[in-house]
Structures are given as structure tokens and as C-alpha cells.
């Protein structure tokens, strides 16, 4: 409170009980008249600070399958808390020994407008579970000529024999299959290859007749060429012999090195590569991309190092028999690395029945925002933190990475084929971000919907705010800045958006589809699960075994305590002067 608040306050107590001590009554009277002055300067001190007498706050519970929030930035917005509990201020929201979360849950950018607060996940959907709910995943962006992979996951619960069906933008059903026995884990897996270039809105279809409901699965297909790329080896294996399996069937033009024996070395020309007998580091290759071996380091002479120095984009195969010169090197490029024990990861890419990745036993010592992580969930009790499968520097010019895994041509020859190309695109397309002559831009909403907040962040941010447009229709949305090098929009309408207005700006050309807000409703639940059980763990508030303080007197009450004292006065004065 401030200090001339209370010496106002005393002053003004003080002038009163000296004319209440001039006044020609009696003695009680006077004495009336003076506690009254008393409790009306009181109370005016109180109404700035509120003594904190009523109880401790209980915990509170948010129903999340009965609460409607908006996103919108009009002034209608209204908050999870404004919605749950508008008679609490931020401070007593705070004091709150505990925000219990029922239904499904929300979404990680509406938790963000509460303040900190302990959070406890009660999941009362027996339809959802935080393992066991709706998982689709393709990539929404493809080259012409490569195939469009679905792997949609489905509860347990889920009748057995329903179709699943694949149709193309045209309306055409290009694949389909059924769901498995009741009882068991779902996983259906669909592809087609797109024949045009441009923005689709390929459709699921799940079930028959009436009850069959569609949902859009946006992908993007470009006319691009093909990278070029360089795999060069130390030695013969089985991961290298995967991955230039992969790059073969892929169609790009790759040159396969491999070092047999000192001076010994065999080369390989994939998908039309023309060598022309030249050093693997010739500048005259112009490759894209160079995927070495991190063994291979100490066999590089100086001339060589300095050749690898003015490549764009270097992705490093770190094996467990690492040298410490390459350790060094490392260290020197700003990318340390620091020693690990090898562990069983399950990738992201891959379900339950793909075989456990090993890492070898380095991970990134010092991490840099913008840095890509490819992240795996350790199997079995013991540490619960993702460990990295991939480590990736992004530049507009180019790029540096690390991969950390070491056996997912196990997944070639188990039959997981589509997992094997998820988990190396997710791997390259970092690499290869430079291409599209900007920065790289990321959406933090796992999926975002018409009439909410979506953002966008890019390190190419550096001028005014780019414009998100629709790609079919006219409307244009200003970005309001979100966070450094983040823009938030709320766009209107679902459909294809593009960023316009980065001239600039280093950012590379970007297009996002927006779902319908009711689009793909049990994907949404699954969300809202995972996201509720992830801030549960995060958000920090009062310990629990320490009292939470108690609540302060409401202003109203106090108002309402100065009006009636002041009323009483008026009515002493009033009597006096009759």
C-alpha cells in the first residue's frame, strides 16, 4: 500500500476527532461521534487493502466438456478462469491449493491464460485415454511423384469390421481397409500417389451409410526437383545399406561412398547420378546434402576438412565408436556433444508393434533455441525424459545435424517401410529447410481450426508482419506478434492459407490448412487429453502440504460498510443541528 494513502487516511482521522473534540455536547456523544469517525476512516483504508479474513480458497474444478472458450481477440474474450471463477482476482487464483481439470480436457494455448496454478489431470472420458486415442499421421507435404502414407490409430473400443476408407480430392476412393477385432490395438494404414501438383483436401471416410462420417487430410504437393546427395561411410553396414535402399526407391540422385579398406573405396551412382570420376568433395557436385560418418572424420585430410567447412547442409551418423577427434570437432563448430549410455527409444514415427530404436552414446550437450530435436520415449521403467534420435542447426544458408540412432534398418526388413520413411524425413527435411530460400516457419497448434488462435514462428522474422491469406478466397489476416520471432492469427474460415508479405523477412515459402472447428472430433479429445496430462506435470503453484492463504474481504462489502457508516453520520449531524 502506498505510504501517502495511510498518512492521508490518519490526517483525515486525526482533523475529524479534533472537530468532534470542539463540539459543545455531551461527553458520550462526543465519544459516539468520534468512534464513528474512526470506523469511517477505517473502513476507507480497508477499501484500498482488504484484510485477508475469509477462508482459504477450496480446490477448484474446471469442467472442460461444459466450458466454451474463445480465442477470439475482440473484446467478447473471455478466459478459462474469467469463465470458471470471475469472482477470484489473479492473486487468489493463484492462492488456489489446486485447479482439478475433469472431462476431456484443453488445449496447452488455453492453459496458458490461467496463472500459475497446480493442475490436476481428472479424466473422466472412459472413451479416452492418454495411450489409447485417435492418432492419424501422413505428411502434408510431398513431392510430386511420392506417396502419400495414412497410419490412423483408433480406440479399442471401436466395432470391429468398420471400413476405412481413402478418397482423393475428387471425390474417388483410392484405398481403403477395416478396423481389427474388438478387443485389440487398431491401426489401419492407407496410400496414394497424387498425380497433380498444388493444394488437396484428400477425405477419410469411417463406416457406412448414415452414420459415416468424413474428415479432411490436407496435403500439399510440389513440383520441385530432386536434392542432391552425397552418402559417404567409413565402413559397410546394415543402417547405411537401409538408407541408401530408402534414397534409391525415393528417386533421388544420390552418390553412395564407401570406404572398404586405406585407399580403398567403393562408389555407387543412384537414380542417375552422373559422377563424372571426381573427388567426393569436389566442389563441381554441388550436392545439397552430405551424410558422413562421424568415423570417417579422422580419415579426412586437412584439404578435405576445409572442402566439408563450405558445404551447405552436413548431417553427421554418430556411431558408439565415435572418435575424439570428431568429439573435438564437434566442440569447435559449437555443437558439443556429450557422452551417453545406449538406450531403447520408440520413435514418433512409430507405433507399438515397430521395433525399439538403440541410440548410440552421445546426446547434444548444448541445446540453442531454433534448434530441431527429433525426440524417442525410453521403453521400460528407469528415466522418463526424451532422449534425442536427431539434433539439427538450421541457418538460412544451411544446416548442421546429428543423428543418434543407430539400428532402424530393423524396420526395413520387419516390414515398416512407411515408419522407416517417416522417421528419415523427419530427419532430412531440417537439412534441407535452406532450400526453400528462407527460414523454416513452425505452427505451435498440433491442429489448427477456424476461429482460434493459430501461431506461427520462424527465426526469418525480422521485419513487420507478414500477411496470412486465403488461398481461395479474400480474406487477409494481420499477424498480432505472439512471442519473439512468433505472429498469432485467427483465421475465419477453414481451408489453404499462405504467408504473404516476407520480402522482407528470410523466411521460405510456407501454406497452412485450417480444420473446421468440429473437424476430426476424437483427434481433438486426444489432444486435450495429452495436452492436460502434460501441463498437470508443468505447472507449478503452492506446495501442497503448505496452507494456502486466506481470501481478502470483497471491495463490495467494504463499499457497502463505508456508505452505512457515512449515512449514520449524516443522520448525527442532521439530529445536532435540530
Known sequence: ?????????????????????????????????????????????????????????????????????????????????????????????????????SGTGLYREEFVTLPPVRLEAENTDP???????????WSQRLTLG????????????????????????????????TIGAAGTANSVKLADTPRLAGHWEYQVQLGEGQTASREALPVQVDRGEQPRILLWLARPGFESAALSRWLRESGVPTRVVTRLAPGIERT??????????????DPAYNFDLLILDSQLWPQLDRHQREQLQQRQSVLWLVGDETP????????????????????????????RETPALCTSGFQPAALQSGDHLLRGTPIGPGRVDDIALYWGRA????????????????????????AFARLWQGVLEPQLAYLGRGAPVAVREAMPRAGYRVTLCSKGFTGKAPTLS?????????????????YA??????????????????????????????????????????????????????????????????????????????????????????
Not at 492418454?130 to 499421421?137: K, Q, T
Not at 480406440?155 to 474417388?172: M, Q, R, S, W, Y
Not at 502434460?534 to 471491495?555: C, E, F, H, V
Open 395 to 418: 541457418e538460412t544458408d544451411g544446416a548442421l545435424g546429428f543423428v543418434f540412432f543407430r539400428n532402424s534398418y530393423r524396420w526395413i526388413t520387419a516390414g515398416y517401410s512407411d
Open 489 to 578: 492469427y485467427w483465421p475465419r474460415e477453414q481451408g489453404w492459407y499462405q504467408l504473404q508479405g516476407t520480402n522482407d523477412s528470410d523466411v521460405a515459402p510456407f501454406n497452412l490448412y485450417v480444420f473446421a472447428a468440429d473437424a476430426w472430433p476424437d483427434w481433438q479429445r486426444s489432444l486435450k487429453v495429452e495436452a492436460t496430462q502434460q501441463m498437470a506435470t508443468a505447472r507449478l503453484g503452492p506446495a501442497i502440504d503448505s496452507p494456502a492463504p486466506n481470501r481478502p474481504l470483497p471491495r463490495h462489502w467494504l463499499g457497502l460498510l463505508l456508505i452505512g457508516l457515512l449515512a449514520m453520520s449524516w443522520w448525527a449531524e442532521r439530529k445536532l443541528k435540530r
Open 268 to 281: 555407387r551412382n543412384l537414380n542417375g547420378f552422373d559422377d563424372g570420376g571426381r573427388a567426393p568433395l
Open 146 to 177: 511420392q506417396e502419400l502414407s495414412l497410419q490412423l490409430s483408433f480406440p479399442a473400443e471401436l466395432p470391429a469390421d468398420t471400413p476405412v476408407k481413402l478418397l482423393n480430392p475428387f471425390g474417388t476412393i483410392v484405398a481403403e481397409s
Open 1 to 101: 500500500m502506498s505510504w501517502w494513502i495511510t498518512a492521508t487516511c490518519i490526517s483525515g482521522a486525526l482533523l475529524s476527532l479534533l472537530l468532534v473534540a470542539r463540539r459543545r455536547t455531551s461527553i458520550p456523544r462526543r465519544a459516539a461521534a468520534a468512534l464513528l469517525q474512526i470506523a469511517i476512516w477505517l473502513s476507507t483504508w480497508l477499501l484500498v487493502q482488504p484484510p485477508q479474513l475469509l477462508p482459504a480458497p477450496d480446490a477448484a474444478l474446471l469442467d472442460s466438456n461444459r466450458l466454451v472458450v474463445s480465442n477470439d481477440p475482440g473484446p467478447s474474450t473471455a478466459s478459462p478462469r474469467q469463465a470458471i471463477t470471475p469472482a477470484l482476482t489473479d492473486s487468489e487464483f493463484a492462492a488456489l491449493p489446486a485447479l482439478t481439470v
Open 324 to 351: 575424439v577427434d570428431f568429439i573435438d570437432y564437434a566442440r569447435a563448430i559449437g555443437m558439443p556433444l556429450e557422452r551417453s549410455t545406449a538406450t531403447e527409444l520408440r520413435a514418433p514415427s512409430a507405433d
Open 470 to 486: 486465403a488461398v481461395d478466397g479474400e480474406q487477409r489476416l494481420e499477424g498480432a506478434p505472439s512471442a519473439h520471432g512468433c
Open 127 to 137: 472413451a479416452v485415454g492418454a495411450n489409447d486415442g485417435w492418432l492419424p499421421r
